[in-house]
């Protein structure tokens, strides 16, 4: 029998009594969401950067757990949140964004906002090899039984423009310290389960009636634009898109991240200020920005 290895990694801020919920990505770790976390601590929210379930420890305890796992993760990490706080807000990054997606669906009457970065519904990113294009067909193969000790690695520049952020990060992910920069592959079984988890958040995106901040790169190397234009039309919420062009994947931790915490805490407070009648609210520009 093997022991779990997975370490404690999640984090939480405590401020005034609107609350935001940041949830990392697939195979990531809660340390992608903390420098935005600091941000909107700064500008009074109270933050929890939640630990999905598997994550922080090693590809086998990931292994152990699917979409559903990931998503109860969530939930109870909204609870948690919701015992401190009067309005909850909740932000994702890649299939964070997904599963932030995904409460707002399950919560309409709770999740007041939501903050979508680097959303990733398609791995079609010029990074991504053809391959690895066609992993939509995984939860079949895998369904199977075949392949469940493949993976597809990461590769440069691991969803990050900025050098010195990316020497930091790498280093870390390639030196086993998967609780500060997550795994360095993603295991074809656990794509399967994303794969799962966009199926079921995809056709249910007519439900989400929180006004979404869509975030996402020009020049994205792991999820395209198309990601974010997939929101756009199909949510029944008022959204607006913030295109940023010098980051890559992972804006929450590259160099434009002080404007990711920035549209961010001024969205909320927005929001906060239309109340619950969501259908009043009316971002300051429906246009993308870069």
């Given at each position: 029998?093997?022991?779990?290895?997975?370490?404690?990694?999640?984090?939480l801020l405590r401020?005034?009594?609107?609350?935001?919920?940041?949830?990392?990505?697939?195979?990531?770790?809660?340390?992608?969401?903390?420098?935005?976390?600091?941000?909107?601590?700064?500008?009074?929210?109270?933050?929890?950067?939640?630990?999905?379930?598997?994550?922080?420890?090693?590809?086998?305890?990931?292994?152990?757990?699917?979409?559903?796992?990931?998503?109860?993760?969530?939930?109870?990490?909204?609870?948690?949140?919701?015992?401190?706080?009067?309005?909850?807000?909740?932000?994702?990054?890649?299939?964070?964004?997904?599963?932030?997606?995904?409460?707002?669906?399950?919560?309409?009457?709770?999740?007041?906002?939501?903050?979508?970065?680097?959303?990733?519904?398609?791995?079609?990113?010029?990074?991504?090899?053809?391959?690895?294009?066609?992993?939509?067909?995984?939860?079949?193969?895998?369904?199977?039984?075949?392949?469940?000790?493949?993976?597809?690695?990461?590769?440069?520049?691991?969803?990050?423009?900025?050098?010195?952020?990316?020497?930091?990060?790498?280093?870390?992910?390639?030196?086993?310290?998967?609780?500060?920069a997550g795994l360095?592959?993603?295991?074809?079984?656990?794509?399967?389960?994303?794969?799962?988890?966009?199926?079921?958040?995809?056709?249910?995106?007519?439900?989400?009636?929180?006004?979404?901040?869509?975030?996402?790169?020009?020049?994205?190397?792991?999820?395209?634009?198309?990601?974010?234009?997939?929101?756009?039309?199909?949510?029944?919420?008022?959204?607006?898109?913030?295109?940023?062009?010098?980051?890559?994947?992972?804006?929450?931790?590259?160099?434009?991240?002080?404007?990711?915490?920035?549209?961010?805490?001024?969205?909320?407070?927005?929001?906060?200020?239309?109340?619950r009648e969501r259908?009043?609210?009316?971002?300051?520009?429906?246009?993308?920005?870069?």
């Amino acid at each position: 029998m093997t022991h779990s290895m997975i370490k404690q990694a999640d984090f939480l801020l405590r401020g005034g009594n609107s609350g935001v919920l940041l949830i990392h990505g697939l195979t990531g770790t809660p340390a992608e969401m903390r420098f935005v976390g600091k941000g909107l601590h700064r500008a009074g929210y109270t933050v929890y950067g939640m630990q999905l379930a598997g994550h922080c420890g090693t590809e086998a305890d990931l292994l152990k757990t699917g979409w559903r796992d990931w998503r109860r993760s969530v939930s109870e990490a909204a609870d948690k949140l919701l015992a401190q706080v009067d309005h909850l807000f909740v932000a994702g990054l890649s299939m964070g964004s997904v599963l932030a997606l995904q409460l707002a669906i399950d919560r309409p009457h709770q999740v007041e906002a939501l903050g979508l970065y680097g959303s990733t519904f398609f791995y079609d990113g010029w990074t991504i090899p053809k391959m690895a294009r066609l992993s939509f067909m995984l939860p079949f193969v895998c369904g199977l039984g075949l392949f469940k000790r493949r993976r597809f690695m990461e590769s440069f520049p691991y969803g990050i423009k900025d050098e010195r952020v990316r020497q930091r990060i790498a280093g870390a992910m390639f030196d086993g310290q998967s609780e500060m920069a997550g795994l360095p592959g993603n295991p074809w079984p656990s794509l399967a389960e994303f794969h799962k988890l966009v199926w079921n958040v995809r056709p249910r995106l007519h439900k989400v009636r929180a006004p979404c901040l869509i975030m996402h790169s020009a020049d994205d190397d792991i999820a395209s634009v198309r990601n974010a234009q997939l929101i756009e039309r199909h949510v029944s919420a008022p959204t607006e898109t913030v295109l940023l062009t010098d980051s890559y994947h992972m804006i929450t931790v590259d160099g434009e991240r002080d404007q990711v915490i920035a549209r961010s805490a001024d969205f909320f407070a927005r929001a906060l200020a239309a109340g619950r009648e969501r259908e009043t609210f009316a971002p300051a520009s429906a246009a993308r920005v870069a």
